[in-house]
């Protein structure tokens, strides 16, 4: 069993970002919206935030796909990526957390006004509402878009229920799916979590995914 835990702790899945996987609802109509249609933003700036899982990251590789550009994580900006973002019209900073320099980012937001350029950042909670030590980026970062991806309604999770199974290329039936629905939180983390524990413990007993074993992690 030790050699079996180890494998599960190592075992990786491939995620589809494709445009005809995101599935549009009115938890994140608005920010889809706002990214389908650029570059007609009222604004150049535009933060997408909402809980992990949420769908940022699926958001942000739909538009890269459409309209190219560069996408850094937050630790990965340093000096040198500052330079490759001239050379791109559309950034997109994911997982934002302010971990990297403020002034190297307050420099980002200069690039994106001078050079008439684009920028998406990708956040758990708002950029205007980060305690900044660096003034001029505080203030910079309340003349934003802002998107928010709300907490997930039955279809949305319906559909991400579906799709994370079919990324591990697992078919579940729907009837399982509308049980899960009624009795877990309403949390994209807290979905992805029961999700990795229901296909860890189906790997353990080496059996199909079915009502015991949902009950077992529930």
Known sequence: MKNLNQLLLNFKYKQNFNYNDFYVSKSNYYAFKLVEK???WEKNILNIFGEKFSGKTHLANIFIN???????????????????????????????NNKCDEK???????????DNKYLIINSQNPINEINYNLNDLKSR???????????????????????SFSDRQIQ??????DYIIKRIDRSYGKIEEFIYKVDELSLK???????KIIKEIL
């Open 38 to 40: 650029w570059p007609v």
């Open 66 to 96: 459409k309209n190219k550009g560069i996408k850094v994580k937050d630790e990965e900006i340093n000096e040198d990526v500052f330079k490759k973002f001239k050379l791109y019209e559309n950034i997109i900073i994911d997982d934002y």
């Open 205 to 211: 007993k080496k059996k199909p995914i079915d009502f």
């Open 172 to 177: 579940i039936d729907k009837k399982l799916i």
């Open 141 to 163: 970062s309340k003349n934003c878009l802002f998107a928010k991806i709300d907490n997930p309604d039955d279809e949305l999770m319906f559909a991400i229920i579906l799709k």
């Open 104 to 114: 190297l980012m307050y420099s980002i937001f200069n690039l994106v006004d001078q």
